[in-house]
């Protein structure tokens, strides 16, 4: 397929904020990155950004904030329709080709444009269905309580707002086979590609000579949704077989706290690690001397995490279902079908052992993900959105 070039076309992205570290937004900045190759204008459109953090990261984009608070607190949604408002008047000021939305509220930020503009294309980069609406998991993952409450309250309602949006996307991207199937459950439509999410090989690729050691580690946002309470407590039940093993847990978020009194009333506080935030390349070497990765997530869209883990030559145990299904093989880890504590735990325990057995196995793990390139996995994406910003005949 011939690329097409980008030259002279702004393409405006669209994401919530530039706050939290996460793989969605690593994503968008690395679509900004390719978008800019093939010759185009890039902006972002966002609530908030941390300059601090980001600003290296921004130095090539055209950066439009309308400071406003993130789109988890209730001042936000208050004031939903000035927000809408400043949005509306920073895209008109920019004029775009193309609208590239991602993560909600991003793509109601596009689709309500588009309402007064109909004639400016949308795609949206849909990581999952907008998850607030119409995931369970993710709405009894809220905190604090009123969140849920609130949330459990007006789910019909936006749901069903939600999929009439949905009419203003042009072309909807999934990112994995998994979340084109939910797009085609939830919003009635078949996904028109799908743009996997992919790893810095030069950061994550295991480097020469690491010895593994007894450690397992897990990387998340500490909620709910990620189920790390239930991956303390498979390592619980695993240390009565292995004591020597110690669990590195990496993140930040609302359960921190409550999972560090858990690991305290299992009697594993001195064996469990909390890192909190750690930059890639501490990351990057604490995977690679990992023996285990675990992903406690139950129909996660995708899951950047363990195949980063998967890169350094470190086997990931996972829940079958959700992305993971998409990458991770008997060559590189295990699925589970069980939600039991103690069945996770003895497969786990089988697993330790076979690799005990058979050193060769972690240096053919990191194979499973070279196929997981930026340019690769997000040259449909690419080509969708110079189809809308170039139409046929320019």
């Not at 919003?187 to 397992?216: C, M, N, T």
């Not at 079958?320 to 939600?339: A, H, K, T, Y």
């Not at 040259?379 to 005949?393: D, F, K, N, R, Y």
Request: aromatic share 10%.
């Amino acid at each position: 397929m011939t690329e097409r070039s980008l030259q002279g076309k702004r393409v405006l992205l669209l994401f919530p904020h530039l706050v939290i570290a996460g793989g969605a937004l690593n994503y968008v900045l690395k679509l900004a990155e390719l978008l800019r190759r093939r010759g185009a204008t890039v902006g972002l459109l966002t609530l908030r950004v941390d300059a601090g953090r980001y600003g290296a990261a921004l130095a090539d984009l055209e950066v439009l904030t309308v400071e406003g608070p993130l789109s988890s607190s209730l001042f936000y949604w208050l004031l939903l329709p000035y927000w809408q408002w400043r949005f509306h008047r920073h895209i008109d000021a920019w004029r775009p080709h193309v609208l590239v939305p991602q993560v909600f509220p991003a793509n109601w930020w596009a689709w309500l444009y588009k309402r007064r503009q109909p004639q400016l294309p949308v795609v949206w980069m849909c990581q999952e269905p907008s998850a607030f609406i119409h995931s369970r998991n993710w709405i009894e993952a809220l905190r604090p309580p009123w969140k849920r409450w609130l949330a459990e309250m007006l789910s019909p309602v936006l749901a069903r707002l939600d999929v009439r949006l949905s009419r203003y996307s042009d072309k909807i991207v999934g990112n994995s086979r998994f979340t084109a199937g939910m797009i085609e459950r939830v919003y009635g439509r078949a996904a028109d590609a799908v743009a996997y999410p992919a790893i810095d090989f030069k950061l994550f690729f295991s480097a020469e000579g690491v010895v593994k050691e007894d450690l397992i580690v897990t990387v998340a946002k500490l909620s709910r949704f990620k189920r790390v309470d239930f991956l303390l407590r498979v390592f619980a039940r695993l240390l009565r077989q292995q004591p020597a093993l110690s669990y590195h847990i990496v993140g930040r978020g609302e359960e921190e706290d409550s999972l560090r009194r858990l690991a305290a009333e299992l009697r594993i506080a001195e064996r469990v690690v909390f890192h909190g935030a750690l930059d890639n390349e501490q990351l990057a070497a604490l995977q690679r001397r990992a023996k285990l990765f675990l992903h406690g997530s139950i129909e996660e869209p995708f899951g950047m995490a363990p195949l980063e883990a998967i890169a350094c030559n470190t086997p990931v145990v996972a829940h079958r279902s959700g992305g993971p299904l998409e990458f991770v093989n008997p060559s590189c880890g295990r699925l589970i079908d069980s939600l039991e504590v103690d069945c996770w735990a003895e497969e786990i325990a089988a697993f330790l052992k076979q690799l005990a057995a058979e050193p060769g196995y972690f240096a053919g793990v990191s194979a499973n993900a070279r196929a997981f390139s930026w340019e690769a996995t997000l040259s449909p994406l690419l080509q969708l959105i110079a189809e809308a910003a170039v139409p046929a005949g320019d």
